[in-house]
């Protein structure tokens, strides 16, 4: 085996790593919505403790990234395979942590009757990862096109975010008792909000990837 093929396969096994993290950082936060939705409290103990996992493979792609650079000294376009792995890496990593947030929120509002049906707050959490998806595509496929048709349903996200935050504020005067749970119901919010900025930062690198030239997809 050549270096140059050598050097391919590594770089496929760390792809395929952080696309495995991916995954389980998708699930968790579908998971953390429905735990939310049906106030399960076991399923959000669930996802506090399994982040450990995530934090687990994170810490491997980056041995596995700096490894790649101690032994093959990549040129110029490798490295930045390798470097942009690093961050989708990271952004996967806090998206992780975003489901966790939203499963601590959940124990918080505990079985507390919500005071509105949850049904709004999973529709953006679904058009946020919609955008995670396609950008992960974008990575997998270093299609710049795709990463930057995904970094514009940002606005939407961030529109729905606003009307959902003016719309729990309004609660406060009808439910004065329930000002921690509609304080846990807007930190949801937020917490979706920031993996469609996740997913934008990946887009983000992957045009970095591809062109070599920084865009701020988010401005």
Same mark, same amino acid.
């Given at each position: 085996? #050549?270096?140059? !093929?050598?050097?391919d396969?590594?770089?496929?096994?760390?792809?395929?790593?952080?696309l495995?993290?991916?995954? %389980?950082?998708?699930?968790?936060?579908?998971?953390?919505?429905?735990?939310?939705?049906?106030? #399960?409290? /076991?399923?959000?103990?669930?996802?506090?403790?399994?982040?450990?996992? +995530?934090?687990?493979?994170?810490?491997?792609?980056?041995?596995?990234?700096?490894?790649? %650079?101690?032994?093959? =000294?990549?040129?110029?376009?490798?490295?930045?395979? %390798?470097? +942009?792995?690093?961050? +989708?890496? =990271?952004?996967?990593?806090r %998206?992780?942590?975003?489901?966790?947030n939203?499963?601590?929120?959940?124990?918080?509002?505990? !079985?507390?009757?919500?005071?509105?049906?949850?049904?709004?707050?999973?529709?953006?959490? /679904?058009?946020?990862?919609?955008?995670?998806?396609?950008?992960?595509?974008?990575?997998?496929?270093?299609?710049?096109?795709?990463?930057?048709?995904?970094? /514009?349903?940002?606005?939407?996200?961030?529109a729905?975010?606003?009307?959902?935050?003016?719309?729990?504020?309004?609660?406060?005067?009808?439910?004065? &008792?329930?000002?921690?749970?509609?304080?846990?119901?807007?930190?949801?919010?937020?917490?979706?909000?920031?993996?469609?900025?996740?997913?934008?930062?990946?887009?983000? #690198?992957?045009?970095?990837? +591809? &062109?070599?030239?920084?865009?701020?997809? #988010?401005?």
């Amino acid at each position: 085996m #050549n270096v140059r !093929t050598n050097f391919d396969q590594n770089l496929k096994q760390l792809k395929e790593l952080l696309l495995e993290m991916a995954d %389980i950082s998708q699930k968790a936060l579908r998971d953390s919505i429905e735990a939310l939705k049906a106030q #399960n409290l /076991e399923k959000a103990k669930d996802i506090i403790a399994g982040d450990n996992i +995530v934090d687990r493979m994170d810490d491997e792609v980056n041995a596995k990234a700096m490894a790649l %650079i101690a032994k093959e =000294s990549p040129v110029a376009s490798d490295l930045r395979k %390798i470097i +942009v792995a690093i961050k +989708v890496s =990271s952004e996967v990593e806090r %998206i992780g942590d975003m489901a966790v947030n939203i499963a601590k929120s959940t124990l918080h509002i505990g !079985t507390e009757k919500h005071i509105k049906k949850i049904v709004d707050i999973p529709k953006m959490a /679904e058009m946020a990862l919609d955008m995670l998806s396609a950008s992960l595509a974008s990575f997998y496929s270093e299609d710049v096109t795709l990463a930057r048709d995904t970094a /514009e349903k940002d606005d939407a996200v961030d529109a729905m975010y606003g009307e959902l935050i003016q719309e729990l504020m309004g609660y406060i005067p009808e439910h004065p &008792t329930a000002i921690n749970q509609i304080t846990q119901l807007a930190f949801t919010c937020r917490y979706i909000e920031r993996v469609a900025d996740h997913a934008t930062n990946i887009s983000e #690198n992957v045009i970095f990837l +591809v &062109t070599g030239k920084r865009f701020d997809l #988010n401005a």
